[in-house]
């Protein structure tokens, strides 16, 4: 079975500090794994996809994540940390054994507060 | 394009009525699912579907209904509200491909069952 971790309810960092927050997973086959971010009463919006290639990819706002297999991991990061970043993200996998794109697990989500 | 619609935003209900929460797509996407959010529980899949007239059940299918009659239109059924299905819905739909995969969401319906 495929699953998603987030081992932090939330994380806190100051304006223009580097920001990481983690993800891993667990598949049977080779991972697709996506970064999505959900500002207050919205509806997710997808920053990143890993999907093979480059371990290190970028996405939207200047976030990047970057993809450890034998750590089975996916963090999010950002070099330099903006107010307006604060809100909730959430990693999700999908295992390629399956042939729906609509499989996709969503891990429980991390809250990031960024304080000016 | 309009994108990921639904409807509507906002619902109350009292246990054990029905209601169908709409979710439409003008972007030509076969894949679409439905998904509730609950604090500290992320998304957990409902239904899905990848293509019109089939669908298939996700992570936490009971007490709900879905239909795919056309490619745009992907609506949730509650048969009897449980105050457990008191949550935020969120559909999504997915353009088919290995190097796609990128899910779009709607804006949500906030649902409370009393």
């Known amino acids: 079975a495929q699953s998603v971790a987030q081992p932090e309810d939330q994380v806190n960092v100051a304006e223009g500090n580097p920001l990481t927050v983690k993800c891993t997973y667990s598949?049977?086959?080779?991972?697709?794994l996506f970064w999505y971010v959900q500002y207050p009463n919205r509806g997710l919006q997808f920053l990143l996809k890993?999907?093979?290639?480059?371990?290190l990819v970028k996405g939207s706002y200047g976030f990047e994540a970057e993809f450890n297999k034998s750590q089975t991991s996916f963090h999010l990061k950002k070099p330099s940390a903006l107010v307006s970043d604060s809100a909730l993200y959430f990693c999700a996998v999908r295992d390629t054994r399956y042939s729906s794109a609509s499989k996709i697990i969503f891990g429980s989500g991390t809250r990031l507060s960024i304080r000016p | 394009n309009a994108g990921v619609t639904q409807t509507p935003k906002f619902q109350v209900l009292k246990t054990g009525q029905s209601m169908t929460l709409q979710c439409a797509q003008d972007?030509?996407?076969?894949?679409m699912s439905w998904y509730r959010q609950d604090p500290g529980m992320g998304l957990r899949l409902i239904h899905y579907?990848?293509?019109?007239?089939?669908?298939d059940q996700g992570e936490v299918p009971n007490g709900y209904n879905v239909s795919r009659s056309t490619t745009e239109d992907f609506p949730l059924r509650l048969l009897s509200a449980a105050p457990s299905q008191t949550s935020v819905y969120f559909c999504a739909s997915t353009q088919q491909g290995a190097n796609t995969d990128t899910q779009y969401f709607g804006p949500g319906t906030r649902l409370t069952v009393l």
């Open positions: 890993y999907i093979t290639g480059d371990n």
């Open positions: 972007m030509n996407h076969e894949y």
């Open positions: 579907s990848v293509g019109a007239g089939i669908t």
């Open positions: 598949v049977s086959g080779n991972p697709y």
